[in-house]
């Protein structure tokens, strides 16, 4: 079933490219002509880099769908999918807001960053080698998933302290708690750090367990526990889906949150205090959450990789 899925993939793959990179491409044509900032701003130039980068996808999806994934076409899709990748940067922290906020700052922006987000995975879908090799989740890749892992536990540290009541950088739960009203939290994440329970510590829980499943056998499986599905092999795409999000909006934005945070504590820059007391206040507590989102979202792309790479056609267990 996996290979008949694949080889349906491998025919009407390059035509799902070709019509997403001419929607895409209009997509920034229309922001072009209108005027309107589809990254929430920076003007007409990010806006005809959208049209390039749909362009591209589409003569590259309809050249592998004539001539077959040749070198060069492969390239130029890995390209348009590093590109697009970019694009959907921080779309992972408008689904959360929509999860459990009121809204996203610019709905513009963000159906842009879902449609980059849905080419980065058509163009991977189709970029990829159909040859595939021999490959399993080496060691390394699970030391970096455990790196990931840990680099989560001062963040769920702090949030935690906060919701069982205690105080950190100056800051108490009814403090956090009226912030978060304020910044136009919903009435169940309220209600999760009224219980004591952090919805965001709630999120990196499932976010550990995407992590332990793209580089363990038991993420091949759906468990025994799913009704109808049980045993059956999952699809590539449902985990790698999420993870290539999670990975192109937490890695870049917790490395450079991190670079941020090593100058503001060297005393090159200052950091806003916010909601905080003062600017020492806020490196406490920006420090835990640049560790986390930048190792766990480094550790989410290379877990990603070997995913991709242990699961392509051709290789041992694939």
Known sequence: MADDGRKRWDRT?????????????????VGVMSGTPLFGGGGAALDWGVVAVGVSAAVAGGAVARYGPRPGLRRLLWAACGLSCAAAFSLLMDAITLLF???VDDWVATVNRL?????????????????????????????????GTVAFLPYAGMKLVWAWGGSYAGVD??????????????GVWLALESWGLDATVLLAALGVFLLWGLVRPWGRVFPRWVPFLRGRRVPRLLPLTPALLG????????VLGLGYCALATAGVVTMPPGDFANSRDVLLAAWPGMIAFGGYGVALAVAARAYWLR????????
Not at 23 to 29: D, I, K, M, N, V
Not at 173 to 186: D, F, P, T
Not at 311 to 318: Q, V
């Open 115 to 147: 449609l980059a987000a849905i080419g980065a995975v058509s163009l991977a879908a189709t970029a990829r080698d159909p040859r595939g090799t021999s490959s399993a989740a080496p060691v390394r890749v699970q030391r970096v998933a455990w790196m």
């Open 101 to 103: 906020g009121q809204g």
């Open 311 to 318: 699961t392509r056609p051709g290789a041992l267990g694939g």
């Open 173 to 186: 739960k009814e403090q956090m708690l009226a912030v978060s009203e304020r910044n136009g939290a919903s």
């Open 247 to 254: 990975a192109a909006t937490l890695a870049p934005y917790g």
């Open 13 to 29: 793959g390059p035509r799902v490219t070709v019509v997403w990179g001419t929607a895409y491409a209009g997509f920034g044509l």
